[in-house]
């Protein structure tokens, strides 16, 4: 066994899925409890530990922002080690929450309960510390702007280069975050699908025709391939996440649209599944979502006019009436209701 993976198996790992606005997503700890429990880091330690184990950089992020809170609020208590956590410090931490937005205030009580379970199992602190922080407030989130059909055809038109017109269809194609797709290799194309790796593991999503064609073609361009080389690459290497976004920036300006960001192409791909009515546990699998009530949250709002659509083809509805179950019979009103 290498070095790199002795100290793999060693680390502590703390679950990625906490989303910001969906308290659902914190499913369970994955934890590689640490060989020497006698090894007990400072709080400062043991958040690099979490942070340093996150799938994803943006993960990450978030993770080091939340938990960077809760190390403040313990530092102001004196408190700079995990053994010294107690229920008087994590009391004061929902307290320090007030005037944040609901959503980050969520986020961050879901982060630091996963942080204290996580440690407390890793034998750092009480495991009674994790049981002090209340939930969040869950929020569901607005549905996020999109691009129509035509707006995707037009944003694809507008490439100018074979690379260009690749990612985008991949992007179009898969749903995909931009940094699963730039983090690609050539080895996770196989003619027919893309392997992408994010923050809930790998997965396998089909290309359609078209975005199959225009990875292929771009990647004949570059014989001979090494299978383990970046998919999608610039002058200095692989194409870095904020290349791609200055990409899809600039196609936008070319098909005059608005100025829209990669994950705009990830939103409008949902939308087009769940209108055609693909199932809500395929749409969510193929985006990588960690549960089909994290799609929900992001796309109920885009799925709510075609529920009422499909409900007016129901043979209960009169032609043009509201639904006799909810309709007051004559006489009855707010007094006569049991």
């Given at each position: 066994m290498n070095k790199a993976t002795t100290t793999r198996s060693t680390t502590p790992a703390i679950s990625t899925s906490i989303g910001k606005t969906a308290p659902d997503q914190l499913t369970r700890l994955e934890t590689a409890v640490p060989q020497r429990r006698d090894a007990r880091p400072s709080l400062a330690e043991a958040v690099e530990l979490a942070c340093g184990s996150c799938a994803t950089p943006a993960t990450a992020r978030s993770y080091r922002a939340a938990l960077s809170a809760f190390a403040r609020v313990c530092a102001d208590q004196g408190v700079t080690q995990c053994s010294e956590i107690d229920p008087s410090v994590t009391a004061a931490f929902p307290a320090s929450l007030t005037g944040l937005a609901a959503a980050t205030r969520h986020h961050r009580l879901a982060v630091v309960k996963a942080f204290l379970r996580w440690a407390a199992q890793a034998g750092w602190c009480d495991s009674t510390c994790a049981a002090l922080i209340p939930p969040g407030r869950r929020v569901r989130r607005a549905t996020s702007p999109t691009w129509s059909e035509d707006d995707c055809r037009k944003l694809l038109s507008s490439t100018e280069t074979w690379r260009d017109r690749a990612l985008l269809w991949a992007l179009t194609s898969t749903g995909a975050r931009i940094g699963e797709v730039v983090h690609a290799t050539v080895g996770d194309f196989d003619g027919?699908?893309?392997?992408?790796?994010?923050?809930?593991?790998?997965?396998?999503?089909?290309?359609?025709?078209?975005?199959?064609?225009?990875?292929?073609?771009?990647?004949?361009?570059?014989?001979?391939?090494?299978?383990?080389?970046?998919?999608?690459?610039?002058?200095?290497?692989?194409?870095?996440?904020?290349?791609?976004?200055?990409?899809?920036?600039?196609?936008?300006?070319?098909?005059?649209?608005?100025?829209?960001?990669?994950?705009?192409?990830?939103?409008?791909?949902?939308?087009?599944?769940?209108?055609?009515?693909?199932?809500?546990?395929?749409?969510?699998?193929?985006?990588?979502?960690?549960?089909?009530?994290?799609?929900?949250?992001?796309?109920?709002?885009?799925?709510?006019?075609?529920?009422?659509?499909?409900?007016?083809?129901?043979?209960?509805?009169?032609?043009?009436?509201?639904?006799?179950?909810?309709?007051?019979?004559?006489?009855?009103?707010?007094?006569?209701?049991?």
């Open positions: 027919q699908t893309l392997r992408l790796s994010g923050k809930t593991g790998t997965r396998s999503v089909p290309l359609s025709p078209d975005a199959r064609d225009a990875v292929d073609w771009y990647l004949r361009h570059r014989q001979p391939l090494d299978p383990a080389a970046p998919l999608f690459t610039s002058r200095q290497g692989r194409l870095s996440e904020r290349q791609a976004r200055d990409l899809v920036y600039a196609a936008c300006r070319r098909a005059k649209l608005a100025p829209r960001g990669p994950h705009t192409l990830r939103h409008a791909a949902a939308t087009r599944w769940l209108r055609a009515g693909v199932p809500l546990v395929v749409v969510s699998a193929t985006l990588g979502h960690s549960r089909p009530s994290t799609t929900l949250d992001h796309y109920a709002g885009a799925m709510a006019s075609d529920l009422a659509r499909g409900l007016s083809s129901d043979p209960l509805w009169s032609e043009g009436d509201p639904p006799q179950a909810l309709a007051h019979p004559p006489g009855a009103g707010p007094e006569g209701m049991a």
